[in-house]
């Protein structure tokens, strides 16, 4: 996308699932909207990295936006995933007391749960809790109906393109540097190409800072210094699908009430693997973005993953990875903080700081917030031709009907030929991946798009031919060829 220069209505820093739903619920309007991204595609950030839970809203403190915000998200997401062909899984959650001793926590729970206007919550004891998950353990368990699963970077690379599609500009690859207000109330944001190295300025009457793990930092340039964002990870281990269907349900432990997360637990992913995990741990270094992962905390998920899932066996952990909550508490006070979404400090300088979990439940109704705010200052009205539907599949191509399949395969032969052969991926959707409108293609791209070099072999039968795709029908001519380590690091985004 060419940017002109022109003055924007509005300007979004970050393509996180925050801002992606965002610029979305701006689409809806007659506004000139802009998203400036330092990655080469929407959800590389935070986004991509966490558990893929939409929580119901019972571990939130009562009157908190967290607390408002994830039960209307949870509640707007059966909606948007329809709209935008984004797969959901209503699964339930157990929140499990184990002994005495977790009574109290669960009990918080439940009242806060009630006070945040939870659907549907019932306190089960073990029998009941056995009818929805076989051979559980605890006495006493807090079942939420609506918690559910999807794909957090389906959703929000979903909500990008749709916002795309809309007339929304992105402009990726583009780190903001320095940021500030004219005389005249106009916002201008220098921001850095990734690629080329070359500097871009832009220009908004609105300014939204959703710049996750580095939103401090962007108030800052607009001069609004309100504390400092704290890295903390939570590393995962990744299951094979030979263990799908283990889990009928989430099950989570009773987090205590200064726990950094809500404890290391297992979450069936919509995609048919088990995450194990997230640890928390504050980020020991400088680099906010440093998402190793650490051989004592695989160790740890090693022996809970044992312990929560006695099937389990060596050959079933097939990656780990990890990912980085941008806290507002520092490591010695622990705990979570409120969101920050605050728009009057600056006027027209909207921040969304602090916007840990559950800002994946949360985006959509962050988003209309945000809208809200927009709307009030600008008045725009309603976009005519606002299209809230997405082409393409309602489904991945290796769940769909027999038939289905091979009426498709009859119509593209690109869907008689798969090129993934763990996850049943076909060269359609390969193609579909490299061929987004949204950004140019990158192997991570490809890689969440599809889900080709997800499975079990992680890439060692798919990469070699998607990189012939990419060289030969594509006409990437190897320029800046990766070392064949980087290669394997299939989030390299080098292309
Ligand atoms: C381990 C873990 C587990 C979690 N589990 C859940 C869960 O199950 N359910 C749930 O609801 N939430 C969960 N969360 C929280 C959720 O992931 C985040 O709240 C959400 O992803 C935040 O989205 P965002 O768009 O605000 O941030 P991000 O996804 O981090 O997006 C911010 C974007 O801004 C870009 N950016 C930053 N600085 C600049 C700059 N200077 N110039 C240009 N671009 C910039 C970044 O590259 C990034 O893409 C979890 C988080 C973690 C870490």
Not at 243 to 253: F, M, Q, S
Not at 287 to 305: H, Y
Not at 333 to 343: L, Y
Request: proline share 7%.
């Amino acid at each position: 996308m060419m940017f002109d220069g022109g003055i924007r209505d509005v300007l979004i820093i970050g393509a996180g699932v925050v801002g992606c739903a965002v610029a979305r619920e701006l689409a809806r309007y007659d506004l000139s909207v802009a998203v400036i991204e330092k990655e080469p595609d929407a959800a590389f950030g935070t986004s991509c990295r966490n558990s893929g839970v939409l929580h119901s809203g019972i571990n939130y403190a009562p009157g908190t936006l967290r607390a408002a915000l994830s039960v209307r998200g949870n509640a707007m997401m059966d909606g948007i995933c329809a709209e935008l062909k984004v797969p959901i899984r209503r699964t339930g959650k157990l929140t499990i007391a184990l002994d005495d001793r977790d009574l109290p926590g669960l009990y918080r729970q439940y009242e806060q749960g009630r006070a945040n206007g939870v659907p549907g919550m019932e306190l089960m004891d073990n029998s009941a809790m056995r009818r929805i998950q076989p051979g559980i353990g605890g006495m006493l368990g807090l079942w939420t109906p609506s918690s559910a699963i999807i794909s957090p970077y389906g959703l929000a690379m979903a909500l990008a393109e749709n916002a795309h599609a809309n007339g929304v500009e992105f402009c990726m690859s583009h780190k903001v540097e320095s940021a500030a207000m004219s005389r005249d109330g106009i916002f201008e944001v220098a921001a850095r190409d990734a690629v080329g190295g070359g500097k871009k300025t832009f220009k908004a009457k609105t300014l939204v800072n959703s710049a996750g793990l580095y939103s401090d930092e962007v108030s800052r340039m607009l001069g609004v210094d309100d504390g400092t964002i704290y890295a903390c990870r939570g590393e995962y281990f990744v299951l094979d699908k030979r263990l799908e269907g283990a889990l009928n349900t989430l099950i989570y432990p009773v987090p205590g009430p200064n726990d950094p997360g809500l404890g290391i637990h297992l979450t069936p992913t919509v995609d048919g693997n088990i995450l194990i995990g997230p640890s928390a741990e504050y980020v020991p270094g400088p680099d906010r973005e440093d998402c190793s992962t650490t051989a004592p905390v695989m160790e740890t998920l090693r022996r809970e993953g044992r312990r929560l899932l006695p099937s389990l066996g060596a050959g079933d952990y097939i990656r780990s990875f990890s990912g980085n909550r941008p806290k507002q508490t520092p490591p010695a006070v622990g705990g979570n903080a409120d969101f920050t979404i605050e728009g009057a400090r600056v006027p027209g300088f909207i921040r969304l700081q602090g916007i840990e979990s559950p800002g994946l439940t949360s985006a959509p109704a962050i988003a209309e917030m945000v809208g809200d705010l927009i709307v009030r200052r600008a008045k725009p009205s309603l976009r005519k031709n606002f299209v809230a539907g997405r082409p393409g599949l309602a489904e991945r191509f290796s769940l769909l009907p027999m038939e289905t399949r091979i009426e498709l395969a009859k119509s593209d032969p690109d869907y008689g030929e798969i090129v993934c052969r763990c996850e049943g991926v076909t060269k359609r959707e390969v193609r579909d991946a490299i061929e987004t409108p949204l950004t140019r293609p990158t192997l991570a791209g490809v890689k969440y798009r599809s889900r080709a070099m997800m499975g079990r072999c992680q890439g060692g039968f798919c990469l070699p031919r998607i990189m012939r795709m990419l060289r030969e029908e594509y006409g990437f001519d190897g320029e800046g060829v990766p070392s064949a380590t980087e290669l394997m690091r299939v989030e390299s985004p080098w292309l």
